[in-house]
């Protein structure tokens, strides 16, 4: 078993956490296009998803754009 | 010089006139449309083009995992307008920074709209935190744009340290109540070094006419415009009042009197 903690709440993976932010992104079916995200309070250039490795207990935030005045 | 460089002159200055600049960009449109509370992705986009903007404002939030596809961005032609990434939900300095730089990676631009509100209730902006959270991200190279209180003294630090705008309130946000700090807002403008953006509380057309007759350099409005009867009419609405303002402000009012000064002539009255 294995966590991350994204956007503040404990997600649960059965033998390991996804292996990078680009395949987590894919498995919550989230368009990496669309966020931005950060890991651990590191800010992840939109490039780098990809190369940016996971682990067990990474705490993972991911924002989007959202109507405001 | 002859009439005709004369004439060309004037015209370059009329130019000139007419546009306002922020940090070295040109925008032709004075009003600057938020994107919030919108009933739909679809009536918030016919609204902005019926507003004739050129800048809009956005927020940034957590993604809604359950709930991913949603992408109002998706919406917004980013070739017609410019984003303009806005701090709110942050509570202090620290925590505007931090959603500062999110916006900017998330962009690729460095505009952003400074807000520090620390009080969810009447959602007043915290000078002190402001005023910290500019002075770190004017250095950073943002282009910051900070939402105020009318306050003139600390619109002067803002605008002294190089932010590219200032952004007093008119009234409460979303209040809809117009021009409540009108006297402080006409001395920030007299003291003005900036474009100086009347945010927050104008409610209805008339009151955007009214600051941007007192010489405000623009108007953001969001909520006057978002839940009207009819958003994209309302949009069409202040259009028209921040063009008349603007107008009025540079022909110049005739001034006010305390007696009667007669339109038509007071001789040749047909009597003996």
């Known amino acids: 078993m294995a966590i991350l903690k994204i956007n503040g709440e404990d997600k649960i993976f059965e033998n390991s956490v996804p292996s990078t932010l680009k395949n987590l992104l894919e498995s919550l079916k989230v368009d990496e296009a669309t966020v931005v995200a950060e890991v651990n309070g590191q800010i992840i250039p939109r490039g780098n998803f990809q190369n940016t490795i996971l682990r067990d207990g990474h705490k993972i935030e991911l924002i989007r754009f959202v109507g405001g005045g | ?272």
């Open chain 2, 1 to 272: 010089m002859d009439t005709k460089s004369n004439l060309s002159d004037l015209s370059a200055a009329d130019d000139m006139k007419d546009k306002l600049i922020i940090a070295g960009k040109e925008f032709s449109s004075r009003l600057f449309i938020g994107t919030g509370k919108y009933a739909s992705n679809k009536i918030m986009a016919q609204s902005i083009e019926a507003s004739g903007t050129q800048m809009v404002t956005v927020a940034l939030r957590r993604v809604d995992i359950q709930n991913p596809q949603d992408n109002m961005l998706a919406a917004i032609d980013r070739k017609k307008y410019l984003l303009l990434p806005n701090t709110s939900g942050a509570r202090n300095a620290d925590e505007a920074v931090r959603l500062a730089r999110l916006a900017r990676a998330a962009t690729e631009i460095n505009w952003l709209k400074l807000e520090v509100t620390p009080d969810p209730y009447y959602l007043l902006p915290d000078p002190v935190e402001t005023l910290k959270a500019a002075e770190i991200l004017v250095k950073e190279g943002f282009v910051v744009l900070p939402y105020i209180n009318a306050d003139p003294v600390l619109a002067k630090k803002l605008q002294d340290i190089g932010t590219a705008t200032v952004m007093p309130l008119a009234s409460p946000i979303g209040s809809n109540q117009g021009l409540k700090t009108k006297a402080a807002i006409e001395i920030i403008i007299a003291q003005a070094t900036v474009p100086v953006v009347i945010d927050a509380g104008l409610g209805m057309p008339s009151h955007a006419a009214e600051a941007m007759e007192m010489g405000a350099d623009a108007v953001l409005i969001n909520t006057a415009i978002a839940t009207a009867g009819d958003p994209v009419k309302m949009a069409e609405a202040f259009k028209k009042a921040v063009q008349a303002g603007r107008e009025a402000f540079e022909a110049g009012s005739s001034g006010v009197k305390n007696q009667a000064d007669a339109s038509s002539p007071l001789t040749g009255f047909l009597r003996d």
